[in-house]
């Protein structure tokens, strides 16, 4: 078995160039997808310490020497899965958003669709929530990322004057704030929820404010 585990380990190294694990080759990329696929569920079931390497490649079906291709320890294929985790939700987000007609009702689809992944992923909650004790950049960066991401939305829809023209990075990071409490409630906690209304409703937060109508 040691020897498997070896000869797998030496082969999976021809999908790195020297020196660099970034994989070179399509089987290559697909083995760390399996690596990192699996650490979510790893990392999300039992938490950081508790999770083990040999419970990442048990998950992925991969040889342990495998695991050693791409990673030199756990907090690293961790570090991985919060860039990757991140990459996963703008990917999944950024296309729905950009067809939007309007910068208003891009923040409502954006939303309906993080609370879509999330339900889908609910364990990038907790893998996001340890990543500030185990690598706080890598925690850091996830919001601030995000956050830019809505900041050049709004700045972009103010242009076109779609919104306000003093729009700006408070204006994102108060949006990306309730959403991250939406997609807590509504995502991870009531499965049930009806996510287009929730979506629907702060929404009309953002377009008409708190301020009365009468």
Same mark, same amino acid.
């Given at each position: 078995?040691?020897?498997?585990?070896?000869?797998?380990?030496?082969?999976?190294?021809?999908?790195?160039?020297? +020196?660099?694990?970034?994989? $070179?080759?399509?089987?290559?990329?697909?083995?760390?997808?399996?690596?990192?696929?699996?650490? *979510?569920?790893?990392?999300?079931?039992?938490?950081?310490?508790?999770?083990? #390497?040999?419970?990442?490649? $048990?998950?992925?079906?991969?040889?342990? +020497?495998?695991?050693?291709?791409?990673?030199?320890?756990?907090?690293?294929?961790?570090?991985?899965?919060?860039?990757?985790?991140?990459?996963?939700? $703008?990917?999944?987000?950024?296309?729905?958003?950009?067809?939007?007609?309007?910068?208003?009702?891009?923040? &409502?689809?954006?939303?309906?669709?993080?609370?879509?992944?999330?339900?889908?992923?609910?364990? #990038?909650?907790?893998?996001?929530?340890?990543?500030?004790?185990?690598?706080?950049?890598?925690? &850091?960066?996830?919001?601030?990322?995000?956050?830019?991401?809505?900041?050049?939305?709004?700045?972009?829809?103010?242009? $076109?004057?779609?919104?306000?023209?003093?729009? +700006?990075?408070?204006? *994102?990071?108060?949006?990306?704030?309730?959403?991250?409490?939406?997609?807590? &409630?509504?995502?991870?906690?009531?499965?049930?929820?009806?996510?287009?209304?929730?979506?629907?409703?702060?929404?009309?937060?953002?377009?008409?404010?708190?301020? &009365?109508?009468?």
């Amino acid at each position: 078995m040691a020897a498997m585990d070896q000869a797998q380990g030496m082969a999976g190294r021809d999908e790195t160039a020297k +020196g660099d694990k970034t994989p $070179r080759t399509e089987r290559g990329r697909r083995t760390l997808r399996k690596l990192l696929d699996a650490a *979510a569920v790893e990392f999300g079931e039992r938490g950081f310490h508790d999770a083990s #390497i040999s419970g990442i490649t $048990r998950r992925a079906g991969t040889a342990l +020497g495998s695991f050693y291709t791409y990673f030199d320890s756990k907090e690293e294929i961790f570090q991985a899965l919060v860039r990757y985790m991140s990459e996963q939700l $703008r990917d999944h987000v950024t296309p729905i958003v950009q067809a939007a007609p309007d910068e208003i009702e891009a923040e &409502r689809i954006g939303l309906a669709s993080f609370l879509g992944f999330v339900r889908e992923h609910k364990e #990038i909650y907790r893998i996001i929530d340890e990543a500030e004790f185990v690598d706080y950049a890598s925690y &850091r960066r996830h919001y601030e990322t995000t956050v830019e991401r809505i900041r050049q939305r709004l700045e972009a829809g103010a242009v $076109r004057g779609e919104i306000r023209s003093d729009v +700006g990075e408070i204006h *994102a990071w108060a949006i990306g704030g309730m959403n991250v409490f939406l997609g807590m &409630r509504y995502g991870l906690w009531d499965a049930d929820a009806d996510i287009e209304a929730v979506a629907a409703i702060a929404n009309d937060l953002l377009a008409n404010g708190l301020k &009365r109508r009468d």
